[in-house]
T-cell receptor, first 110, second 113 residues
Framework: TQLLEQSPQFLSIQEGENLTVYCNSSSVFSSLQWYRQEPGEGPVLLVTVVTGGEVKKLKRLTFQFGDARKDSSLHITAAQPGDTGLYLCAGYTGGFKTIFGAGTRLFVKA | NAGVTQTPKFRILKIGQSMTLQCTQDMNHNYMYWYRQDPGMGLKLIYYSVGAGITDKGEVPNGYNVSRSTTEDFPLRLELAAPSQTSVYFC????????????FGQGTRLTVV
């Protein structure tokens, strides 16, 4: 069974702090996506990374795809309460096989 | 901008009952998907469709059925509901296929008692 492990599972921080969440697997992915999901809503795509070593920035969020395309990280600088949510990574292996991680639940306190 | 619309948002079913979860999208996407999300687990693909009239099983199809008579609609049918089907169900659509951006509905929280 292919797995995508996300860590930490839960993170509670103060506004203004930096944080990094991780997504790790033994599988190689053709691409990897990060989604954010708010309570009572469906996931919303933040970014797709495709190339090993690729770094993408979205305002205060920095996403990196591992060189071997087995892992990824999401770094948030100066977190704000609006960043609160469930962050999901999803690795695509081909066909209709997309593996979703269980998510990192982030809570940013004002 | 409606996007992907799911109904109902909440439902309680008794064991053995049946129901249909409705999903419609207004983006003219060919690809549509049904996922279930359980606590502590990643989203699991139940069924998917690559266009009207074409559907296929995902990772966890047992106990479910789908149809795709139009591009817009992709209903999910639960026959003989079981407690193991208690979950949050998400419908999604995409333009470019499974590695493209997926647009999700708001979800249906189903409890089987």
């Amino acid at each position: 069974t292919q797995l995508l492990e996300q860590s930490p599972q839960f993170l509670s921080i103060q506004e203004g702090e930096n944080l990094t969440v991780y997504c790790n697997s033994s599988s190689v992915f053709s691409s990897l996506q990060w989604y954010r999901q708010e309570p009572g809503e469906g996931p919303v795509l933040l970014v797709t990374v495709v190339t090993g070593g690729e770094v993408k920035k979205l305002k205060r969020l920095t996403f990196q795809f591992g060189d071997a395309r087995k892992d990824s990280s999401l770094h948030i600088t100066a977190a704000q309460p609006g960043d609160t949510g469930l962050y999901l990574c999803a690795g695509y292996t081909g066909g209709f096989k997309t593996i979703f991680g269980a998510g990192t639940r982030l809570f940013v306190k004002a | 901008n409606a996007g992907v619309t799911q109904t109902p948002k909440f439902r309680i079913l008794k064991i053995g009952q049946s129901m249909t979860l409705q999903c419609t999208q207004d983006m003219n996407h060919n690809y549509m998907y049904w996922y279930r999300q359980d606590p502590g687990m990643g989203l699991k693909l139940i069924y998917y469709s690559v266009g009207a009239g074409i559907t296929d099983k995902g990772e966890v199809p047992n106990g479910y059925n789908v149809s795709r008579s139009t591009t817009e609609d992709f209903p999910l049918r639960l026959e003989l509901a079981a407690p193991s089907q208690t979950s949050v169900y998400f419908c999604a659509s995409s333009y470019l296929g499974p590695d493209g951006e997926a647009f999700f509905g708001q979800g249906t929280r189903l409890t089987v008692v």
